[in-house]
């Protein structure tokens, strides 16, 4: 079992462009997240999907957009990236919302510049 | 405010020596404090999950304890090895919303 993906594992955007970030997991789980990581803080959650059908916004989901696009897959979007969106980007699976460990793609390292 | 504070923030030990690091959350309703390790590069990768009535939990040479009284966790590290070098991350779910409040990790190397 590949666990969770995400591609690409790097990428350079310039100012003003747009990208998605893929993410799949093959472990039938329920619930999928995209997270954010900067260096000295915490794990900062973007934008989750309890099930199938239906996504919420996390703490910073100001710059992007999501899709579920069926049970296995769930892209982040970057419509039009800046500087401070540069950072690692996560995306993890839990079979359920609560009480369920996540489990963790290896990230995504993007630069905006 | 839901916060959870780790210390320290990075640590050095020898090889074979043990360690234990350190979790503080002002989380409320408290529903359940995670613990995570996070190799260089990678994704973190679960170690334990312990719920309000829990208070050790162990995976291997990991021992996580919980006091829902004072509101803090340790995680216990025994007999490090060079494969430990990596950051610990203390995450605790509020009951209210599932949401979980993430530390800022402690950095771990063991030195051979």
């Known amino acids: 079992n590949a666990g969770v993906t995400q591609t690409p594992k790097f990428q350079v955007l310039k100012t003003g462009q747009s990208m998605t970030l893929q993410c799949a997991q093959d472990m039938n789980h329920n619930s999928m997240y995209w997270y954010r990581q900067d260096p000295g803080m915490g794990l900062r959650l973007i934008y989750y999907?309890?099930?199938?059908?239906?996504?919420d916004k996390g703490e910073v989901p100001n710059g992007y957009n999501v899709s579920r696009l069926n049970k296995r897959e769930f892209s982040l979007r970057l419509e039009s990236a800046a500087p401070s969106q540069t950072s690692v980007y996560f995306c993890?699976?839990?079979?359920?919302?609560?009480?369920?460990?996540?489990?963790f793609g290896n990230g995504t390292r993007l630069t905006v510049t | 405010k839901n916060q959870v504070e780790q210390s320290p923030q990075s640590l050095i030990i020898l090889e074979g020596k043990n360690c234990t690091l350190q979790c503080n959350y002002t989380v409320s309703p408290f529903s359940n404090l995670r613990w995570y390790k996070q190799d260089t590069g990678r994704g973190p990768v679960s170690l334990t999950i312990?719920?309000?009535s829990e208070n050790t939990k162990s995976n291997g040479r990991y021992t996580a304890t919980l006091d829902a009284d004072t509101k803090q966790s340790s995680l216990h590290i025994t007999a490090s090895q060079l494969s430990d070098s990596a950051s610990y991350i203390c995450?605790?779910?509020?009951?209210?919303?599932?949401?979980?409040?993430w530390g800022a990790g402690t950095k771990l190397i063991i030195k051979p």
């Open positions: 995450v605790v779910s509020a009951e209210s919303n599932y949401q979980l409040i």
């Open positions: 312990m719920t309000f």
């Open positions: 993890a699976s839990s079979e359920r919302r609560h009480n369920s460990p996540l489990h």
């Open positions: 999907s309890a099930s199938e059908g239906t996504t």
